[in-house]
């Protein structure tokens, strides 16, 4: 098992620590607002998470999922994850983030924004299309029929191996969409957004999946 750091404690990071701890990983689980924010989630987790800052969180996990809002990522600290297999579960919202004149364009993928940040982090894209809440609970044992898949993507082979036997750990198979450039196929507003697939379903859609118009 891993020690998984996890910056941001919203709905996406809090729900893949609930699982990942409950798989048997432990957890740092960091936000902006300081570790003793955190004190309720602990409790709920248990002794194998534990609350820290966004560097100990970068600093301590064998790989750090990157769950906080878009506009934020330029606050990233990049010497701590530097060489660390960093998954990326963002995803782009005008009403939120603003306007990314990159992304609107159809020139980078929300990804290729993160590991243009962190140049020597690998970056894998990951957790980004499934409903928070489902994150603990939709997983199912390898080899079970039907199991959900997830889509992954990255430029780095070891670093998808990385995100992939973890979600394996979680329940989930893993669906790879090749490198960054193609992790718009899971976007906002893609066909493979939200509903639940199966890894073949998954692949089909992918495949099938046409590029729009950020809006």
Known sequence: MSTVGIIGAGNIGTNVARAAVAAG???VIANSRGPETLKGLIEELGDKAKAGTVDEAA???DFVLVAIPLHAIESLPKEPLEDTVVLDANNYYPERDGRIADLDANLMTTSELLQKHL????VVKAFNHIYAAQIPTDGLPAGTEDRRALAIAGSDPGAKDIARIFLDTLGYDAVDMGG?????RIERDTPGYGPRMNADELRETLTKTERVQQT
Do not use: F, I, K
């Open 119 to 122: 140049p020597h982090s690998h």
């Open 25 to 27: 990983h432990d957890v």
């Open 59 to 61: 600093r301590t996990g």
């Open 180 to 184: 960054l450039s193609e992790s718009w």
